[in-house]
C-alpha cells in the first residue's frame, strides 16, 4: 500500500486531526533537527582514542611546583545564564584562581549549533552575578588537537570531557568535577553505557556532597573526595518576617531529574485541597506548558531576584532524583521549608533537621506542604530556619576542595 493510499485510509478510519498528528510524529522522528541524537553531544574521537580497559595511574606521581602557580586546564561545555552546575563550576575554578593555580578554561562543544562564540560566553557571564570575574584564558577544545601546552593538571566536568581528559598526553594529574550521577540522564544505551565509563578512567574525582563521591567510591572503585554544600547568604536571606501563604517549586521540565511533572501532580492536588495558596513556579518557563491549576511563572531567573520569590512562600518543594541540588539550602535561608523527596541520594547531604523528607506520592507531597501552612508557628519556624544557616559560607567547600586538590597533586610526593 502506497503512501497516499495508507493516508487516505487513516483519514477514512482515525480522521483528520490523528492522520496530521501521525504525519508530525514520522517528521519529528526522522527529519527533526531537535531531537536527541545518542553521541552527539560527545567528540567520538576522543572516545575511540580512549581504552579504559586497559589501567593507567595518572594520579601516582607527584607534581612539582611551578614558578607563577601550577597550570590547571579545566574542560567544560558552554555555561548558560541558569545553568547552576555551570555556576557552580565557575565558583570552585576562582577558589583556584586564588589559591594561586593559573587557569585555561577549555570550553566543550561538539555539536554544531549553537554556534560557540568565546565573546558571547564572556559577556553573558559578565552581565549575570552568578559567574564570578575570572583571570583564566578560554578557548575552544579541538578534539583534533586535544588539550595542548604543558599542564600540571587536567579537570573535566561532564562525563564527555573526561575523555578528553584522559587523551591529554602529557604528565598532568588528571581530575573530574562530579555534580550528579551522569548516566542516569538516560535510558540505557549508548550515553549511558560512555557516561558510566567515564568513572573508569583513572581519574581523580571531587564531588558535590557525600552521595555521589561513596557511589562513585563503591560501583566503580573511583578514588572521590567531596566537599559540602553551601549557601550565599548575601545572595539569599529573610527579609519577610510575616506568616506565608504560598510555595514554590522548582520546575524544570528539560531536566528529567528533577522530576517536574511529578511535582506538578502534587501541585494539582494541593490546589484542589487549598484553592486559596499561590503557587510560584521558578526554574524554566512554563508557559508553553499544561499545568492544571493557577500559577505564577516566574521562569529562568538571574539569582539577584530568586530572594524575592523564595521570601513569599512557605513551603518550597524541590524534587532530586539524583544528587541534591543546591536549592534546599538556598530557600532555606530565606526561611522557607524545603520538601524533599525520600531517598538514599537526599538524606544526610546537610545536618540539619529542618527538611521535611516524603515519599514519592502526589498526596503525601500535597499534605507536607499544607502541614506546613498551617502550623501555628510558621513565621517563628521560618526565622529558626533562616538563622540556622548565616553561619554557612563557600569559604568552608572552597577551603575543603583547595585542601583536597593540593593533596592530590602531591600524592606520591617522597617522603623528604
Known amino acids: 500500500m502506497g503512501l497516499l493510499s495508507r493516508s487516505q485510509r487513516t483519514v477514512a478510519e482515525e480522521g483528520v486531526a490523528s492522520t496530521i498528528w501521525r504525519a508530525g510524529k514520522f517528521v519529528a522522528t526522522r527529519r527533526n533537527p531537535f531531537r536527541s541524537v545518542p553521541l552527539s553531544t560527545v567528540y567520538t574521537d576522543d572516545v575511540v582514542a580512549v581504552d579504559w580497559s586497559q589501567p593507567n595511574d595518572f594520579n601516582g606521581h607527584a607534581i612539582p611546583a611551578r614558578e607563577g602557580g601550577q597550570r590547571v586546564a ?51 557571564m559578565a552581565e549575570t552575578s552568578a559567574y564570578p570575574d575570572l583571570d583564566a584564558d578560554f578557548v575552544r577544545y579541538d578534539p583534533a588537537t586535544g588539550v595542548p601546552g604543558g599542564f600540571d593538571a587536567i579537570m573535566a566536568s561532564d562525563w564527555e570531557n573526561s575523555y578528553a581528559a584522559y587523551r591529554y598526553e602529557g604528565p598532568a594529574k588528571r581530575f573530574y568535577f562530579i555534580q550528579d550521577f551522569e548516566p542516569a540522564f538516560f535510558p540505557a544505551g549508548s550515553d549511558y553505557v560512555l557516561a558510566e565509563n567515564s568513572y573508569r578512567l583513572g581519574l581523580h574525582g571531587f564531588s558535590a556532597g557525600p552521595w555521589l563521591a561513596q557511589k562513585v567510591r563503591d560501583d566503580y572503585g573511583m578514588s572521590a573526595d567531596h566537599y559540602e554544600y553551601s549557601v550565599d547568604i548575601a545572595a539569599y536571606h529573610r527579609t519577610n518576617t510575616a506568616p506565608r501563604n504560598e510555595v514554590l517549586f522548582y520546575a524544570r521540565p528539560p531536566t528529567p531529574r528533577r522530576a517536574t511533572e511529578f511535582g506538578l501532580l502534587a501541585l494539582r492536588e494541593l490546589h484542589r485541597r487549598r484553592p486559596d495558596v499561590t ?32 521570601n513569599r512562600s512557605a513551603a518550597g518543594l524541590i524534587l532530586s532524583l539524583t544528587n541534591m541540588s543546591l536549592l534546599p539550602l538556598e530557600v532555606m535561608a530565606s526561611g522557607v521549608v524545603p520538601i524533599v523527596n525520600e531517598g538514599d541520594n537526599t538524606h544526610g547531604f546537610f545536618d540539619t533537621d529542618a527538611f521535611e523528607y516524603v515519599p514519592t506520592a502526589p498526596a503525601a507531597i500535597a499534605q507536607r506542604m499544607i502541614d506546613v501552612l498551617d502550623r501555628p508557628d510558621q513565621a517563628e519556624h521560618s526565622a529558626r530556619i533562616a538563622q540556622s544557616m548565616v553561619d554557612t559560607s563557600w569559604a568552608d567547600p572552597g577551603a575543603t576542595f583547595i585542601a583536597q586538590f593540593r593533596a592530590a597533586m602531591d600524592a606520591g610526593r617522597p617522603a623528604e
Open 74 to 124: 579545566w574542560i567544560i561545555t558552554p555555561p548558560s545564564r541558569t545553568s547552576g552546575g555551570h555556576q557552580n563550576a565557575f565558583r570552585f575554578m576562582e577558589f583556584l584562581e586564588k589559591a594561586g593555580y593559573r587557569l585555561t578554561v577549555f570550553l566543550y562543544a561538539p555539536q554544531k549549533y549553537p554556534k560557540l562564540s568565546i565573546a558571547g560566553v564572556r559577556r553573558m
Open 279 to 310: 503557587i510560584n513556579l521558578v526554574g524554566w518557563d512554563m508557559s508553553d506548558y499544561q499545568v492544571p491549576f493557577p500559577y505564577v511563572n516566574h521562569g529562568g531567573v538571574d539569582i539577584s531576584q530568586l530572594n524575592a520569590i523564595y
